[in-house]
């Protein structure tokens, strides 16, 4: 199987799960079984059948586990072909095994189940479901002949036709059972997973633009001190230089460049300056600053910030969280790009809660998905009649997942719905039927506290 492009999450690339010493002791054990069933039938129970035949079969299974042990470094992983065929063997051994004692009629029969679960857990679906299809070819030719268990006295085990006809059935529908449950168990906790890492890395990635915007603002701040020295001596060159113009130009142009400095580091400490009181800032700040990527795309985004009754008419002062700003700039880009003309971000606060919702005049989100907002890898975000929007965007809904994920851990409740009719609270009472999403805070979680103490000025290490 193919490796995905670097940086790129998928949960289809499913190459190199299995690890070959694991998949070694599984079918050691599951040898180990057979083995203590085929000694118990024979010893115990009084079956008979062809023992030669039978421990070749389970030799030929131990061979196979004992040099894959010894061949293969610990920390083997197999691709999916190599695991295919592994299952394949094991398939073709138990059968083998099961046309030797009985075929059909042997209770273990539904053994079979094991080794397409297991490769189910692993397996791309078009695998599993050839290795199905085998196993179910194989059940039911060994259905049809097989040599029969024997008691000690040579008569034969024979069970009534109608019963083997239900073995069969049972094994069989076990197969497809099983095939499709493990496999769908299986791209559930994967696509899980691959969303939780894509929301992690976005979090880590605008914590680290935070941290990096700290380190410029406080590089801008540490040399403002020398650069003022060299402009300070430059100016004095240039004027006791005068009389010799070469170096009164030299002077010139040194001061000239102290001031360029001074400049870019202004410009760069106001972009990231990480001071403690930046760290909080007006709720009106925030919206801005996360919808701001998006504000100059042909859409206009409106910000409408209103106390709720009972609520204090000055706006709240909140955290700067990292994970607040970008979940918030998901959902604003999302709303900006379905939208037809006009996007609106409202905001009110009492002295308990905090609610934004994002609304659009878009065409709204699709039934089919609407209550699978928020799940990851969803494939149609929205009707699939309708024309992309998103000119080479995938619609996996990673993005609304990442969102989602993030405000929740901020302390967020999050509900998606489509609007229908007239919009009361809005200006103009626009009748709309695009996409809402409500997002609601205990104000606790995410106000800032007013009276924190100012961080004092470190200094750069050499």
């Known amino acids: 199987m193919t490796t995905p492009p670097f940086g790129e999450i998928s949960q289809e690339y499913r190459g190199d799960w299995v690890r070959l010493r694991t998949m070694a002791y599984v079918r050691a054990l599951a040898l180990g079984g057979q083995a203590v069933a085929l000694v118990v039938a024979y010893a115990w129970l009084g079956l008979r059948f062809d023992l030669v035949l039978v421990w070749l079969v389970m030799g030929a299974a131990a061979l196979s586990i004992l040099l894959s042990l010894m061949l293969f470094p610990q920390t083997r992983r197999l691709s999916e072909s190599e695991a295919l065929l592994t299952f394949l063997f094991d398939i073709a051994q138990l059968v083998c095994l099961l046309y030797l004692t009985g075929g059909i009629t042997n209770p273990f029969a539904l053994l079979i189940i094991a080794p397409v679960a297991v490769a189910a857990m692993a397996l791309s679906p078009r695998a599993t479901l050839f290795l199905a299809v085998v196993a179910v070819a194989l059940i039911t030719l060994i259905s049809l002949t097989y040599q029969p268990l024997r008691f000690a006295d040579g008569t034969a085990l024979i069970v009534p036709p109608i019963l083997a006809f239900g073995y069969w059935a049972a094994i069989v529908i076990g197969i497809a059972f099983q095939a499709f449950y493990a496999q769908r168990v299986a791209m559930e906790a994967n696509s899980m997973a691959d969303a939780l890492l894509a929301a992690q890395m976005a979090l880590s990635r605008e914590q680290k633009l935070t941290d990096l915007g700290g380190v410029v603002a406080a590089t801008a701040h540490e040399l403002g001190t020398p650069l003022a020295t060299i402009k300070l001596i430059a100016s004095e060159l240039e004027a006791e230089l005068r009389d010799k113009p070469d170096l009164a130009e030299d002077a010139r142009i040194l001061r000239e460049q102290a001031d360029r400095c001074r400049d870019i580091l202004r410009s760069m400490g106001r972009a990231g300056k990480d001071d403690t009181h930046l760290r909080r800032a007006p709720l009106e700040a925030v919206l801005q600053e996360a919808a701001e990527p998006h504000l100059h795309r042909g859409k206009q985004v409106h910000f409408l910030l209103s106390p709720a009754a009972g609520g204090s008419p000055e706006q709240p002062l909140i955290l700067r969280r990292p994970e607040i700003i970008h979940g918030l700039r998901n959902l604003i880009q999302n709303a900006v790009d379905f939208a037809r003309a006009e996007v609106w971000v409202q905001a009110e606060w009492s002295d308990r809660h905090l609610r934004i919702r994002i609304r659009d005049d878009g065409e709204g989100f699709s039934p089919q998905i609407l209550s699978s907002i928020g799940e990851p890898f969803i494939r149609r975000r929205r009707d699939p009649d309708r024309p992309r ?38 200006p103009d009472q626009p009748r709309l039927q695009g996409a809402m999403i409500t997002l609601d805070w205990s104000l606790e979680h995410v106000l800032a506290p007013k009276d924190a103490p100012l961080a004092p000025n470190q200094p750069l290490s050499a």
């Not at 965007?393 to 489509?418: C, H, P, V």
């Open 389 to 426: 929007r998103r000119p080479g965007y995938d619609g996996m809904g990673l993005g609304l997942f990442i969102a989602k994920t993030l405000l929740e851990r901020s302390g967020a409740g999050f509900q998606a719905i489509n609007q229908s009719g007239v919009t009361r609270d809005l």
